[in-house]
Every structure is written in structure tokens, then in C-alpha cells.
């Protein structure tokens, strides 16, 4: 089995393309699988959906969540679909298992007084303020994840037409800049960066005190860092400013689908957990104004 699972993993890097987040979370999950089976002897190539069944029970009963449980089952069943294709076995033992229901969380959300109190924070007299400043903004502008954010590269910002080349894997969304992210990124791109960066061959576009590409825990440092400054109660992570750019656009009446597009949802479904909180008003006229309100 060890030898299959060496050979998935690199089918999903080379072939599949996939980002070093997802191919760890696969990795995890995989191997968490075949620590199992190990321990309770069973025949990986011999399993069938009730060996599934139980194995997703066992996950449960060590107090796995719905939404970790749903996702080891895909993990594996990805697994078995790569060995069927390559003819290692001839049926898929999760086919038919369902996954268990997985509750859609609310969203945690600033109000746009909340955002502009966190944005303030940051103060353009040094150059960590400087890239501090631009990174908040650019955070809240664009809506992308922390991944991606680490993961842009100088080259994936065009300040002349005001956007920014989002890549995860395979796939790339060009997202609008608005003003204000503009100016704190040009501000910082054109006097802090330069100064940041030890090397010139630096492609990274955030980059830490030492001239490195900035972490995911650099980011989250800083995000709680200005949190505290701003005295701001809510528990404020780079995923709540996420949430707050997909939640303020819908209040201001842009459309689910575009909004769909910068966030990189592959589902609309995604994104319309964002519905839930479009301007109360709206629900005022609707029931002054529908005749079976």
C-alpha cells in the first residue's frame, strides 16, 4: 500500500497540479487510512463500502467533525479511483457511501465601520507599516485567501489596468483593484519593497523583515497584531476579511455570480451562504410590497 500511496501522491502533484495545501490535506488523510488498516489488519485491495462505512464510523467516534469526516472520504475515494485506473483493483469500495451532512456555518463578518477601523490601523511611516498597509488593504479588496495571498509573485499585479492574477493550480481569475488598494500597493511596491527585498531575484510580492516570502503565520500575526491595536472584540482572521469583502459587495447590490468568479468558487452554492446577510431593508420592501408576503 505504501508504494500505491507514494505513487497517488505524485500522480496528484505532477499530473493533477494540485496546491501544497490540498496535496497535504490528501496526504493527511491518506495515511491517517492506511494507519488503520494496518492496525486492524485488512486488505486495502479487499475492502468493501461496509469496510468504509466502518472506518467513517471510527472517524466519527474519535470526534471527527462532519466537514474532516466528508472530506477523508473523498480523500479515499480519489485513492481507489486512481488504483482502478491503473488496474490494481476492479471495484471502488466507497462507491455509493454517502458522506455525512455537513452544516454550512455562518460566516463570521465585520461591519464596514469594523473594516475601516482594522485598515486604519496600519501607519505609513515605516516600511513594515508601508507593507503592512498595502497587505490589509489588498486582503479586503480582493477577498482571496491567505494561500493565495502568500503565493503572488510581483509579476501577478498590474497597477497600470488596477488588477491582480489570482493562480490556484491549474486555474487563474483576474480580481479589480479598487483605489485605495491600488494606491497602498503602489505606495509600498514602488518605496518599501525595494528596500525589504536582500535579493533582487525575490519574486514574492509580500515579503517579511528579512526580504523572505511572507508565511501563512506572518500573515495571521499581523491581522491579530492590528486587531488588538483597533481594540476590535470580534476574533478577526485573514478568512474574516474574506468573508467581509463577499458580504459588503452583495450589500451594495453586486451580482452572486461575479462575486462567485473573485472568490474562485467552483459552486455557487459557496457563496450563497453570503445571502443570509444582505441588507435587512431589502426584506422591509419585500414585505410591504409582495402581495403573499
Known amino acids: 500500500m505504501e508504494k500505491q500511496i507514494k505513487l497517488f501522491l505524485d500522480f496528484l502533484q505532477n499530473e493533477k497540479k494540485l496546491s501544497d495545501n ?3 490535506s490528501y496526504k493527511r488523510d491518506i495515511l491517517q487510512f492506511e494507519e488503520y488498516i494496518e492496525k486492524n489488519r485488512i486488505n486495502y485491495t479487499k475492502m468493501n463500502q461496509e469496510d468504509i462505512k466502518t472506518y467513517l464510523s471510527h472517524l466519527q467516534e474519535i470526534g471527527k467533525k462532519s466537514s474532516t469526516i466528508s472530506r477523508n472520504l473523498a480523500s479515499i475515494r480519489s485513492f481507489y479511483q ?3 485506473r491503473n488496474r490494481k483493483i476492479k471495484h471502488d469500495p466507497t462507491d455509493e457511501v454517502q458522506s455525512p451532512k455537513v452544516e454550512k456555518r455562518i460566516p463570521s463578518v465585520l461591519t464596514s465601520q469594523e473594516v475601516e477601523l482594522l485598515l486604519e490601523q496600519p501607519k505609513d511611516v515605516d516600511l ?3 507593507r503592512d498597509k498595502a497587505m490589509l488593504e489588498f486582503a479586503y479588496a480582493t477577498g482571496m ?7 503572488l509573485n510581483i509579476d501577478d499585479i498590474n497597477l497600470q489596468e488596477g488588477f491582480v492574477i489570482c493562480k490556484t493550480g491549474p486555474k487563474q481569475r483576474n480580481i479589480p483593484l ?4 491600488l494606491k497602498a500597493l503602489q505606495e509600498y511596491i514602488e518605496s518599501a519593497r525595494p528596500i525589504l527585498i536582500k535579493n533582487e531575484k525575490e519574486k514574492a510580492l509580500f515579503v517579511n523583515v528579512n526580504g523572505k516570502r511572507l508565511t501563512r503565520q506572518g500573515f495571521w500575526k499581523i491581522v491579530k497584531y492590528y486587531k488588538e491595536q483597533a481594540h476590535i472584540t470580534k476574533d478577526i482572521t485573514p478568512h474574516v476579511l474574506r468573508h467581509s469583502f463577499a458580504t459588503h459587495l452583495l450589500q451594495n447590490g453586486a451580482d452572486l455570480k461575479a462575486i462567485q468568479t473573485m472568490l474562485g468558487h467552483s459552486d455557487i452554492s459557496s457563496t450563497q451562504v453570503y445571502m ?4 435587512s431593508g431589502l426584506k422591509d420592501v419585500y414585505q410591504k410590497a409582495h ?3
Do not use: M
Not at 178 to 181: C, E, I
Open 178 to 181: 479598487g483605489s485605495l488598494s
Open 145 to 151: 485567501r491567505v494561500t493565495e495571498i502568500i503565493s
Open 128 to 130: 513594515k507599516g508601508t
Open 276 to 279: 443570509q446577510f444582505q441588507d
Open 22 to 24: 490540498t496535496l497535504q
Open 82 to 84: 486512481f488504483l482502478i
Open 291 to 293: 402581495p403573499r408576503a
